[in-house]
């Protein structure tokens, strides 16, 4: 069956899902809720606003509290083992209280199901979990929703390669002003680190054409900024039927009327090509912050992780980007501890970050993959070791990254406003480069891009007053610290 077909297909089990959802109504007495938690990166919160578009159209209605959902949707991540305990560590939690939900509908979807030891596991030890698929299965969630809410045996369905992209279905979005969108899937690199190939697959981009008429429709519904998402953008357009690179499809995007930012995430250093420094240059929608994971400062580990670039290429790229475009925001991604890391090589790391200057860092400690090739390497570094130099090397960002924000202390930006703050009468949103800051506002202000001064810098954040249409009197410099640990947090569980 081609596609297309499969899309058509999944459209009709949508409607016996329908059917089947007031069945579920019934035996519950109430109209079904439906919770569904992103674990991981942007690619899965992605997926996720499609997961609840589908259970929407379904007739679920969404809820923000799990106890009182009579379905509940784990889309898991397995990138670190962290990552994988806190799945098991929710699952134990919602398994006590299962019987205060006999009828409840527990699923898990997203790439930790790719991995067949953790699909034994949920076998054989969450009885109650009735509903599991992979990320190869996304686009067939219809048809498993529809078989959970009738079939009385438990459901799995992992599949171990992408056959149709999860497009053209319904998808409801977190946020009505900005959204993702998957520009490719899947990724080639094999990081020798890195789980994401193989619960992933291989890396498959979407026609120009397609990702334009999303982008086009997102921007009727009032979407004004995009992030364009993949696991490594900068590769965009391999293996499609006319050639394509990413720098031409970001001139493309930029063109959509009512787009006014445009993102992306992630780059990798070895595919950074200078047509894509000279858009980023060039186009003024393209926002001024590149996100350009660097992983380690020693060229002995970046070979063995299988990096293709090696110190100097990054710092070539660097020196290249901001040569482009100066004031461009630069974050990364940082591995401490992977195996055979001596002080020598965690030493280049530090003095790589000193010299670089990044706006903020996400940093890990090296977490062993099964399956990936550093998983058997002979010298993985001991636990205290690894956190020691973890200690280090945030304090090493912190210190680059609040030297760094500074820099923009009195400049007037716009600031695409996300949210009310905690503290009344105060608003929080990004500027351009993506920093975060807070300003007087309310919440019509949400999804507005509002003038600014950043008068106050904390470190790797800004408070601003408005310096037109400016309603709201309220004294920036006069209200607590109210940006916390908790959402710097929230932030560094991103990608
Ligand atoms: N495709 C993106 C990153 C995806 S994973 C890229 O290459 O830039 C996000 C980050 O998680 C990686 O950049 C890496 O820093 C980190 N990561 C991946 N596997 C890891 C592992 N096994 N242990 C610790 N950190 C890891
Ligand atoms: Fe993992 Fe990114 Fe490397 Fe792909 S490019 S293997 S996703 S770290
Ligand atoms: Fe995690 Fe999968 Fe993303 S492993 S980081 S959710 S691609």
Redesign the pocket.
């Known amino acids: 069956m081609v596609a297309k077909e499969m899309t058509e297909r999944q459209m009709e089990y949508l409607e016996k899902a329908r059917e089947a959802a007031v069945a579920f109504a019934e035996r519950l007495g109430h109209a079904p809720k439906s919770y569904v938690e992103t674990f991981g990166?942007q690619m899965n919160a992605r997926d996720s606003e499609k997961l609840r578009g589908i259970l929407l159209s379904a007739g679920f209605t969404d809820t923000e509290e799990e106890s009182e959902a009579d379905l509940v949707l784990y889309n898991t991540c397995t990138?670190?083992d962290n990552a994988d305990q806190h799945v098991y560590g929710r699952l134990g939690r919602l398994g006590g209280n299962r019987k205060n939900h006999p009828e409840r509908i527990v699923g898990l979807c997203g790439c930790l199901m790719q991995e067949p030891h953790a699909v034994e596991k949920i076998k054989k030890s969450y009885p109650f979990v009735n509903l599991v698929f992979g990320t190869h299965n996304l686009y067939a969630f219809p048809e498993l929703l529809f078989r959970a809410l009738t079939e009385p045996k438990r459901v799995f369905a992992i599949e171990t390669k992408t056959t149709v992209l999860p497009e053209s279905l319904p998808v409801a979005r977190k946020h009505g002003f900005k959204s993702g969108v998957n520009i490719m899937y899947g990724?080639d690199?094999f990081?020798t680190?890195?789980?994401?190939p193989y619960v992933r697959g291989r890396e498959v981009s979407r026609e120009p054409e397609d990702i334009l008429a999303e982008i086009e429709h997102l921007a009727a519904d009032g979407v004004k900024e995009i992030m364009l998402l993949g696991?490594?953008v900068n590769s965009y357009g391999k293996g499609l039927a006319l050639p394509a690179t990413f720098a031409g499809l970001l001139r493309r995007v930029c063109r959509v009327e009512g787009i006014e930012r445009v993102r992306f995430m992630?780059?990798?250093p070895k595919d950074l090509s200078d047509d894509l420094i000279i858009a980023m240059a060039e186009e003024e929608k393209l926002c001024p912050h590149l996100h350009l994971?660097v992983?380690s400062g020693s060229d002995r580990l970046l070979k063995k992780m299988n990096r293709h670039y090696d110190r100097a290429h990054y710092l070539g790229l660097v020196e290249k980007i901001r040569a482009a475009v100066p004031a461009i925001s630069l974050t990364t991604?940082?591995?401490v501890g992977f195996p055979g890391e001596t002080e020598e090589d965690f030493g280049d790391t530090l003095s790589l970050i000193r010299e670089v200057g990044f706006d903020s860092a996400?940093t890990?400690?090296?977490?062993?993959?099964t399956g990936?090739p550093a998983a058997g390497y002979p010298d993985q570094v001991p636990d205290e070791v690894a956190h020691a130099r973890f200690d280090r090397l945030l304090e090493a960002v912190k210190a680059g990254a609040e030297e760094r924000c500074g820099r923009f202390a009195g400049q007037e930006m716009d600031i695409l406003v996300e949210e009310e703050n905690r503290q009344q009468g105060y608003v929080t949103g990004r500027t351009p480069h993506n920093i975060v800051v807070h300003l007087p506002g309310s919440k019509e202000d949400i999804g507005q891009i509002v003038r600014a001064r950043l008068t106050d810098p904390r470190g790797f954040y800004y408070f601003a007053e408005r310096v037109m249409n400016s309603k709201c009197t309220v004294d920036s410099k006069s209200i607590a610290f109210c940006h916390s640990e908790e959402q710097r947090d929230e932030e560094s569980r991103q990608?």
Do not use: E, G, W
Not at 193 to 196: D, N
Not at 364 to 369: E, G, H, L, N, V
């Open positions: 990166c990138v670190r990724c690199n990081c680190y890195c789980i994401v696991q490594n992630t780059s990798h994971p992983q991604d940082i591995i996400f890990f400690i090296y977490s062993k993959r990936t990608l």
